[in-house]
């Protein structure tokens, strides 16, 4: 059974920075593009960004577009969120899914506040 396994998230400031992992297993992770979806308190999935299997395209929602990279590390089998510059309107849960597919992790809380 696919594991994906997020991590990094908490409580941080506006105009902070996190970076949220998350740990792959059980599949080929180098062989599949890879997303991070959001879903804030109350609201639907969002998307956020998606990179490619060998990490050559990126694209971002235009939400985080400028702040936010992702990266992933196919060796460690791992996929990274750095998310700068924090607004209160990026609390959510964040999850790591495989792009294309309904499966993804159970989510790591980020929560923007003063």
């Known amino acids: 059974e696919v594991q994906l396994v997020e991590s990094g998230g908490g409580l941080v400031q506006p105009g902070g920075s996190l970076r949220l992992s998350c740990a792959a297993s059980?599949?080929?992770?180098?062989?599949?593009?890879m997303s991070w979806v959001r879903q804030a308190p109350g609201k639907g999935l969002e998307w956020v960004s998606t990179?490619?299997?060998?990490?050559?395209?990126?694209r971002y929602a235009d939400s985080v577009k400028g702040r936010f990279t992702i990266s992933r590390n196919n060796a460690k089998n791992t996929l990274y969120l750095q998310m700068n510059s924090l607004k209160p309107e990026d609390t959510a849960v964040y999850y790591c899914?495989?792009?294309?597919?309904?499966?993804r992790g159970q989510g790591t809380q980020v929560t923007v506040s003063s």
């Open positions: 899914a495989i792009s294309g597919t309904t499966t």
């Open positions: 059980r599949f080929t992770f180098s062989s599949y593009a």
């Open positions: 990179i490619g299997s060998d990490g050559s395209n990126t």
